[in-house]
């Protein structure tokens, strides 16, 4: 299998009015058609490192080094129209929240088209018929009258499904979803996970899938990369990381989790809050909050344990497992 | 109720969506104190562009055996002025003028001051900071006396007392303009339309522009009133219109001295320039209210 993103050493620095390290040292690979999930608590840089890949960040206030391919293209040396281009053709992204991210003014049809337009060069009414086209594949009942909807005229499910229209359209090779299924409720959590699935097979295209959601990782992601203080942790297989958690922090989000718990007994919780960012981590981060923490996880960083072909756990208790 | 209209939820079928100006229009037309300025406006706007044909009195005929006649006088249905000439044909005629130095330099000022507020709003920064502290500057005058200065240094005219009056309008419409781009531009959408390969030029075009396009307009559409007034201002200050030339502000001016002697026809010009700015105010107000569908 061919890596169609590679990233490695990625730190991405912001300075302004105070310095936040918020990447730190992060490597991570995603094979052709497979989904990984980027698992980590508020401000752990998931979104970050998600943001780097497509070169959101603002350029004045962002340091990023290390290197990021995507497909062949290094991403960081891109002039900005070959920039332009990559953006929603060779990867595209879709957001946490769909009522904000879809423009009020627009209609979902003319949001779809104006992207095909600009990235295939197609005449209007192509571009329309391709947007249709994207709105049933989402599965949005009555395509052709919802092309002339106003995203607030829809519902939080329905826009989801236009936003994710929106970014397949010009079939990229990577999709980068940031939290989608965050702001919706349960029942509709589940469809767009399924629906995310299914076209995700169909499309053949690799996934990133940032979550805060172990449940929600389950049901999608092939392999998960564990992000703690700007940094992964743990990076396995879904299966490994459920059933056989090496790193404390990861065990201990499972122990949080209500699955498998007994009714009436307390569901675990790390003790303890993540450390502030300001500067770059020189030792473990995590050691603070970790019940089995040795001298020197204070004293320098953890080592970078490979324990399978896809398992690397970055912790002093990870050595005795390799 | 809901029991009712709950099964009606579960139909899938998408209403047939009317486009966004369509709905506001509506939305407009239901309101009435909005239907109702937007009619007298519309009357007198009418009015003065068809005046030739409107068969009133010439203007500019004056007659010095009937001057100062009072209102409801045969022929003279709103009397006549201190040279004698219908007090009807010039407060239709001098709506032309009126209302053109009302409506064309707030026009001209939305043009100019949403492109910089748009630029300074979007680009941030340095040219952020050169565009609205030059903007800062016109602030420190009162607009009535910036006005007064600009138009005394080009000189007398109607095309300087627009120039002055839409550089007068710039720095308000450019202050507004910038601070709904902040708003907008660190919006979800806007960086969803990076994430989907835009370039800045089309995001400044096609979502910035559409996003902050609606709340400036209404507040140009407020400004109109105050342009009128502050013409009237220039013209009665011999800084705009010349005589014989009707205009509301102008008419106010030579008819000052009859206050005493027919203070109802004395006060014609004034009630136009009163009622075409509340009209303008109300209309504004409700176009606020018929555009904030989406919240």
Known sequence: MTNIVEVRNLHVRFSGERTVHAVNDVSLSVAEGEVLGLLGESGSGKSVTLRALLRLLPKARTTISGTIKVAGQDVLALGEQKLSAFRGQTASMIFQEPGLALDPVYTIGDQIAESVVRHKGVSKSDAMARALQMLDVVRIPSAKRRLESYPHEMSGGMRQRAMIALALACEPKVLLADEPTTALDATVQIQILLLLRELQREFGMSVIFVTHDIGVAIEICDRVAVMYAGQIVETGTMREIVRSPLHPYPKGLLASTVHGAERGSRLGTIPGAPPSLSTAPDSCSFAPRCSNAQPRCVEQLPPTVQIGPERIVRCVLAESAA | ?295
């Open chain 2, 1 to 295: 109720m809901s029991a009712i209209s709950e099964p009606a939820l579960q139909v899938p079928a998408a209403p047939k969506s009317n486009g966004y100006w369509t709905t506001v229009g509506r939305r407009l037309l239901r309101d009435k104190l909005s239907v109702l300025c937007g009619s007298i406006l519309l009357a007198i706007l009418l009015a003065a562009l068809f005046a030739p044909w409107l068969g009133v009195a010439d203007p500019y005929q004056g007659s010095m055996i009937r001057r100062l006649r009072p209102v409801g006088t045969p022929n003279y249905i709103l009397g006549t002025d201190e040279l004698g000439r219908d007090m009807l044909a010039r407060l239709i005629y001098g709506g032309r003028l009126s209302l053109l130095t009302g409506i064309l330099p707030v026009f001209l000022a939305f043009i100019v001051g949403t492109t910089l507020g748009l630029i300074a709003g979007y680009a941030g920064g340095k040219l952020n900071t050169i565009i609205m502290r030059t903007v800062d500057v016109f602030f420190a005058f009162p607009s009535v006396l910036l006005a007064i200065a600009i138009s005394g240094a080009l000189g007398a005219g109607i095309l300087n007392s627009i120039v002055s009056l839409t550089i007068v309008f710039i720095p308000q419409i450019t202050r507004v303009a910038e601070s709904v781009t902040t708003g907008v531009r660190n919006r979800d959408f806007v960086e969803a339309a990076r994430a989907s390969g835009a370039d800045t030029l089309t995001i400044m075009r096609v979502h910035m522009l559409g996003n902050v396009l609606g709340p400036i307009f209404v507040y140009a559409t407020g400004l109109i009133s105050v342009s009128m007034i502050l013409a009237s201002g220039l013209s009665f200050l011999g800084l705009g219109t010349k005589p014989p030339e009707p205009e509301w502000g102008l008419m106010l001016n030579t008819l000052r001295t009859a206050i005493y002697a027919n203070p109802v026809v004395a006060a014609l010009p004034g009630v136009m320039i009163f009622a075409v700015s509340i009209c303008f105010n109300l209309l504004s107000d409700g176009l606020r209210s018929a555009m904030d569908i989406r919240n």
